[in-house]
């Protein structure tokens, strides 16, 4: 079983920045995790916003964020990052952490992952 916990989110004016954290229990790097952040506002469906894979370097994101968003991990820590740059009012949702160990072709379906933290609040002020 696999633990997932947010922490990280708040509130920022436009333009601003902020930093997620996803920590994950066990060895859950090690052993070649597929993590992802979700996003998901009022009245919205969950939205991949980015992946990557514990025991690689290459990252994926929806079209939204590339440029703006940088995810990352640091396996001693068994950690994953979110670094959100240049924030926009749209950027407000829920940001949640998933983990998968066998993922299809569609990474950014939240169908895909077994495994979710809590979620954590982001809202940008215009």
């Known amino acids: 079983q696999v633990q997932l916990v947010e922490s990280g989110g708040g509130s920022v004016q436009a333009g601003g920045s902020l930093r997620l954290s996803c920590a994950a229990s066990g060895d859950t790097y090690s052993s070649g995790a597929h993590m992802a952040w979700f996003r998901q506002a009022p009245g919205k469906e969950r939205e991949g916003v980015a992946h990557?894979?514990?025991?690689?370097?290459?990252?994926l994101y929806a079209d939204s964020v590339k440029g703006r968003f940088t995810v990352s991990r640091d396996s001693a820590r068994n950690t994953m990052y979110l670094e959100m740059n240049s924030l926009k009012p749209e950027d407000t949702a829920m940001y949640y952490c998933a983990a998968t160990f066998r993922i299809g072709r569609v990474w950014y379906s939240a169908s895909e992952y077994e495994y979710w933290g809590q979620g954590t609040q982001v809202t940008v002020s215009p």
């Open positions: 990557i894979y514990t025991l690689g370097s290459v990252a």
